[in-house]
């Protein structure tokens, strides 16, 4: 590999790395709190993408300016946590949080499938597109190696902003130690008069807007056509997995791990790039199978 192929390679798998680590936040999240792992969260990710990209299109053809394709992504976002999250959770997930593992993915896979066909009856099969956020910023030259700003600067910058945000919220606020309390023993925080069941919503909101806006930030990078979401999600499965189930610093560097070996894969090995991040997790749950940053949790019998 030449010098600006290994450049390239690594401002790829950077890129990609802060997409898939913005999913899997909300993933890793959402089953800290909750313990349920939510395959339905890859179509949250790719409505996300769908809304930022179907209404950027509308309003940017009208002549608004290209300037409101980032609130727009935060508005997708919110749409995506509040409008779709928020009732998942009070009306589905909340009849299901002591039922076996087994049951509660079924259930949520169920929602999988059913969001994938709102998707295809609301935006067809067509591929959406819209670019105007990355075309605004530009292009950078890094040692001779032209890359777009968005990409480069842009997406790992909200991913570590929502890291050390995130992380601040659950240490220093008071919601966010409410949701530690509820995370580390439910029946002990009701006994102190914490309501566990709005803490449940707000971090299923939480999660799910995570989500959204991992989707809407990829929209302009990308195309956007039905099945996104189910190759998000198994990605960020990956990601989650490999980390240990609930760590959300160990979500990051897995994250960039995955993401780089991938895109190194992309340049030597086209033909393994999708097997790639699926090796990697492999590789790390034969050795440690409650994840790099997991520990071994002890069972009620």
């Given amino acids: 590999?030449?010098?600006?192929?290994?450049?390239?390679?690594?401002?790829?798998?950077?890129?990609?790395?802060?997409?898939?680590?913005?999913?899997?936040?909300?993933?890793?999240?959402?089953?800290?709190?909750?313990?349920?792992?939510?395959?339905?969260?890859?179509?949250?990710?790719?409505?996300?993408?769908?809304?930022?990209?179907?209404?950027g299109g509308a309003i940017f053809a009208m002549g608004w300016s290209p300037v409101l394709a980032f609130p727009l992504m935060l508005v997708s976002a919110a749409l995506v946590g509040v409008l779709l999250g928020a009732p998942m959770e009070r009306l589905l997930l909340r009849r299901i949080y002591h039922r076996p593992e087994v049951l509660q993915l079924l259930v949520t896979f169920a929602v999988f499938m059913i969001l994938e066909d709102v998707q295809r009856l609301v935006w067809g099969n067509q591929p959406y597109f819209e670019s105007s956020a990355l075309a605004l910023l530009g292009n950078v030259q890094v040692f001779g190696v032209y890359y777009t700003v968005y990409q480069l600067i842009l997406l790992p910058l909200?991913?570590?902003?929502?890291?050390?945000?995130?992380?601040?919220?659950?240490?220093?606020?008071?919601?966010?130690?409410?949701?530690?309390?509820?995370?580390?023993?439910?029946?002990?925080?009701?006994?102190?008069g914490i309501d566990a069941d709005r803490v449940y919503l707000l971090t299923f909101v939480?999660?799910?807007?995570?989500?959204?806006?991992?989707?809407?930030?990829?929209?302009?990078?990308?195309?956007?056509?039905?099945?996104?979401?189910?190759?998000?999600?198994?990605?960020?499965?990956?990601?989650?997995?490999?980390?240990?189930?609930?760590?959300i610093e160990g979500a990051a560097?897995?994250?960039?791990?995955?993401?780089?070996?991938?895109?190194?894969?992309?340049?030597?090995?086209?033909e393994l790039q999708v097997l790639v991040p699926y090796l990697i997790m492999l590789a790390v749950l034969l050795i440690r199978p409650e994840g790099l940053f997991g520990s071994p949790a002890a069972r009620k019998i």
Avoid: C
């Fill in 1 to 55: 590999m030449t010098g600006a192929t290994i450049l390239l390679a690594i401002f790829d798998g950077v890129a990609y790395a802060a997409l898939v680590f913005m999913v899997a936040v909300g993933l890793t999240l959402i089953f800290g709190v909750l313990r349920i792992l939510n395959v339905a969260h890859g179509s949250l990710y790719a409505i996300g993408a769908y809304l930022t990209a179907s209404i």
């Fill in 253 to 270: 560097l897995t994250a960039l791990m995955i993401g780089l070996g991938r895109s190194f894969a992309v340049y030597l090995f086209p």
């Fill in 206 to 247: 939480l999660g799910a807007a995570l989500a959204g806006l991992g989707g809407a930030l990829a929209s302009p990078t990308t195309s956007v056509l039905p099945g996104i979401g189910a190759e998000m999600i198994v990605l960020s499965f990956a990601v989650v997995a490999t980390a240990g189930l609930g760590q």
């Fill in 158 to 192: 909200v991913a570590i902003a929502t890291l050390i945000g995130l992380r601040l919220f659950l240490r220093r606020t008071l919601t966010g130690k409410l949701i530690t309390a509820v995370t580390e023993d439910r029946e002990a925080a009701q006994s102190i």
